[in-house]
């Protein structure tokens, strides 16, 4: 995947763009935190190490004699999987209790919006092999594929765009995050069968256990955020 420039550079833009957006989330929002700039590195790490590891999990058996494979193999559940693991502990090592998912639900549709357009110039995450139809897109060789990254795009774009909104009207304070990983993950089940990846048996796959994976997540920290919410709620404004 990083062979290709185009890929790269989104990539690079998509890290880049997210760390001006969350920057401007909370300095719009108070005096600057320096700690919530360890909260963000501890993200990228997170999600790097968690990208590889569901990569290697889902499929690295399939590619274990192609070096530059697994070297370069990652996946997008893996790394919110990883990415928000990895939050959650730097936030409670570093005894942060602020909410950073709002930020967090505009910034990572973002990247990874930015990083399907780098999947397209790519000709990487392709779809099965279709019937040619007026949607479908033809890969290198010329076959019909459903349009996997095109779609996934769309997803995040849409998400994006209705966190913006979010965040304009007061919604969901707290939760957009959540929603997101838990929304992401039923798009992603959904999804993996339009993908041409590996399967772990029949048309289950190891990005399927990855997405139920990150669905439950995502309820988790939607309750456990509710949980916390619920005592500020009760007390009355004077």
């Known amino acids: 995947m990083f062979g290709n420039p185009a890929y790269a550079l989104l990539s690079i833009a998509a890290i880049v763009l997210s760390a001006i957006v969350w920057d401007r989330f ?14 963000f590195l501890a993200a990228l790490f997170g999600a790097f190490l968690g990208a590889k590891l569901a990569f290697l999990a889902a499929e690295g058996w399939h590619w274990r004699s192609d070096w530059m494979a697994l070297a370069s193999g990652r996946s997008v559940t893996g790394a919110l999987i990883g990415g928000t693991l990895a939050v959650e ?28 357009i780098g999947c397209i110039a790519a000709g990487c995450c392709q779809g099965v ?10 890969d290198a060789h010329g076959h019909a594929r459903v349009p996997s990254a095109q779609l996934e795009m769309a997803f995040n774009l849409a998400f994006l765009a209705w966190s913006l909104a979010a965040a304009r009207f007061g919604w969901c304070v707290a939760q957009r995050f959540n929603i997101y990983l838990a929304s ?23 990005y399927h256990a990855a997405a139920l994976g990150l669905i439950a997540l995502g309820a ?10 619920r005592p500020m709620e009760a007390v009355p404004t004077p």
């Not at 339009?194 to 029949?202: A, E, K, T, V």
């Open 184 to 206: 992401y993950g039923v798009f992603r089940f959904v999804h993996e069968y339009w993908r041409d990846d590996h399967r772990w048996i029949d048309s289950f796959g190891g």
């Open 89 to 116: 502990f730097a936030k409670w090592r570093l005894g942060i209790a602020t909410a950073t998912g709002d930020a967090f639900a505009i910034t990572v549709p973002l990247s990874i919006a930015l990083g399907r």
């Open 26 to 39: 909370f300095t719009q929002r108070g005096p600057r935190d320096a700690r919530l700039v360890l909260v």
């Open 220 to 229: 988790w920290m939607w309750l456990r955020r509710r949980a916390l919410m």
């Open 129 to 138: 092999e279709c019937e040619p139809s007026w949607w479908t897109v033809a």
